[in-house]
C-alpha cells in the first residue's frame, strides 16, 4: 500500500490551498480502510473505531476543510463584528 501524506495546508486562503484541499479530499476516495484510519487519529488524534467507510470519508473531508479554512471564518467573523461596533459608535456621535 502506498502512504498518504498527512499534511494539511497552513490557513492562507488561497488557490493553492483550494487545490490542496481538494486534492487531499480525492485522495480519501483512493484509500483503504487502514489508511483512512490512520488519517482518521492523524487529524482527529483519537482512534476511529469501527466507523463506516462512507463516514470516514464525509467525516475526513470535512475536518481537512475545518482546519483549513474554519480559522479564516472565525478571523472574518470577529473583523465584521468589529466593523459593526465601529459603525454604531459612528452612528451614535452622528446623532448628538
Known amino acids: 500500500m502506498e502512504k498518504q501524506s498527512v499534511k494539511v495546508s497552513t490557513p492562507s486562503h488561497n488557490g493553492a490551498d483550494q487545490q490542496s484541499v481538494l486534492s487531499q479530499i480525492d485522495a ?15 487529524l482527529f488524534g483519537t482512534d476511529s473505531g469501527r466507523l463506516g467507510r462512507s463516514y470516514l470519508v464525509r467525516r475526513l473531508a ?31 456621535v452622528q446623532l448628538k
Open 28 to 42: 480519501l476516495n483512493r484509500m483503504s480502510m487502514d489508511q483512512l484510519r490512520k488519517r482518521w487519529s492523524d
Open 62 to 92: 470535512y475536518r481537512i476543510q475545518e482546519l483549513v479554512f474554519g480559522d479564516h471564518m472565525m478571523q472574518k467573523l470577529d473583523q465584521l463584528q468589529q466593523e459593526i461596533t465601529q459603525l454604531r459608535l459612528r452612528f451614535q
